[in-house]
């Protein structure tokens, strides 16, 4: 029962915090810092996100074949490839070296 009643006590804090914006702001637009601000969060998030799951396990640092395949992705995006040939390069490096180490 303690489980649920987090759950619900943590979706109606998302609800009322995802409402407070529109309903603070009142359809003005927003300060020109807070949006240099918001524009940097989703990328810099995003790069934190790829960065712990390709280079921690367990909370321990490991270097694997995930690193390659990260690699790859990042030599498919400076080439400017769409994103399907990205994933895919990426998964078929990794699933390579992984087939190569053994």
Not at 62 to 75: N, Q, T
Request: hydrophobic share 65%; charged share 10%; net charge positive.
């Amino acid at each position: 029962m303690t489980v649920w009643l987090v759950v619900v006590g943590v979706g109606t804090a998302t609800v009322a915090i995802k409402a407070l914006g529109p309903v603070a702001l009142g359809g003005r637009p927003l300060p020109a810092p807070v949006r240099r601000v918001l524009s940097a969060l989703g990328p810099g998030l995003l790069a934190a996100l790829v960065a712990t799951s390709a280079f921690t396990s367990g909370g321990a640092l490991v270097l694997d074949a995930r690193l390659g395949g990260l690699a790859a992705a990042a030599i498919a995006v400076a080439c400017r490839a769409p994103v399907l040939v990205t994933v895919i390069a990426a998964a078929a490096t990794t699933a390579a070296i992984r087939l190569l180490a053994g």
